[in-house]
Each structure stands twice: as structure tokens, then as C-alpha cells.
């Protein structure tokens, strides 16, 4: 029991750092975007609108909530209510997949109500897309994966 659930507690705790540090920097995206709305520059019109950063803030409650939730999971106290925690955050990780497909992947090019807004907010921006996208939920992934192939000697 010792080495695979010490392998999945780390596991998980990066998981949660990650999500932690996407949703850093999605609050840090949400003020530069209100900010940028408040105060025009001169002769420049703002392409979003205070709707377009609702999804902006939506994606940023959503990885709040994975970071508690990967927070919680090794918890001693855990245990007892396993397997309802466990199948409540795959349902929510599931949620965060198809989210970010939809938010950056799908596109129809007859019509788009997704604002364009995400690709260009600062310089970190592309980079921490390509980083902090993908990497949360294929962490998410194997961890659930490593949970499911040893989930008898996790938690007995």
C-alpha cells in the first residue's frame, strides 16, 4: 500500500498545483481584460465585451473547483467517501475536457459566440495555454488511471 499510494498522493498533488496555477493566471487574464474595458485607450475599441469575460471567469471557477478537489482527495479522511469523491471529480475532469475543446478547439465558420478573446491577452498568454491546457488533465487522466489499476491497495 506505502509506495503506490505515496506514487498517487504526488500524483495528485501536482494535479493540484497545476490547476492552481492555470487558475493564477486566468484571475490575473480576468483583471487585465476588465481593466483594459474600464480604460479605453484612445482610438481603440475593446473586440470582447463584459460577456466574453464571463467565460474567461467560468473557466477559471471550474479550475478553482479542480484544484480543491485534487487538494481533498489524499486526505485521510477521504476514505470513507472514496469512491462518490473520486467518480464526482471525474465527472467534473470529464467536464473540464469537453470545456476546453470547446473553448479552443471546435470552431464552425458560420458561426462563433466564443470570444477570440483568449488567444491574445498578454504575452504569457500562448505559453501558458500550450503549458497548462493540456497538462492538468492528462495528469488528471493517469492519476485516475493509477487510481482504477490500484484502487484495492489505496484505500482498503
Not at 462518490?84 to 475532469?93: E, H, P
Request: charged content about 10%.
Amino acid at each position: 500500500m506505502g509506495n503506490s499510494f505515496i506514487k498517487w498522493k504526488t500524483l495528485v498533488r501536482w494535479c493540484a498545483i497545476l490547476y492552481g496555477v492555470y487558475s493564477f493566471f486566468l484571475l490575473i487574464e480576468v483583471l487585465d481584460f476588465l481593466s483594459l474595458l474600464h480604460t479605453k485607450t484612445p482610438n481603440q475599441t475593446p473586440t470582447y465585451t463584459l460577456i466574453n469575460v464571463v467565460y474567461v471567469i467560468i473557466e477559471m471557477i471550474i479550475c478553482l473547483v479542480m484544484t480543491f478537489y485534487y487538494a481533498v482527495l489524499p486526505l485521510p479522511t477521504f476514505s470513507k467517501s472514496y469512491r462518490k469523491t473520486l467518480y464526482g471529480g471525474l465527472l467534473v475532469l470529464v467536464f473540464r475536457i469537453v470545456m476546453v475543446y470547446y473553448l479552443y478547439i471546435y470552431t464552425t465558420p458560420e458561426y462563433r459566440w466564443v470570444p477570440y478573446i483568449y488567444k491574445t491577452a498578454n504575452a504569457l498568454s500562448d505559453f501558458m495555454r500550450i503549458v497548462f491546457l493540456p497538462l492538468p488533465i492528462i495528469m488528471g487522466v493517469i492519476a485516475s488511471w493509477f487510481w482504477w489499476k490500484n484502487r484495492k491497495n489505496l484505500h482498503p
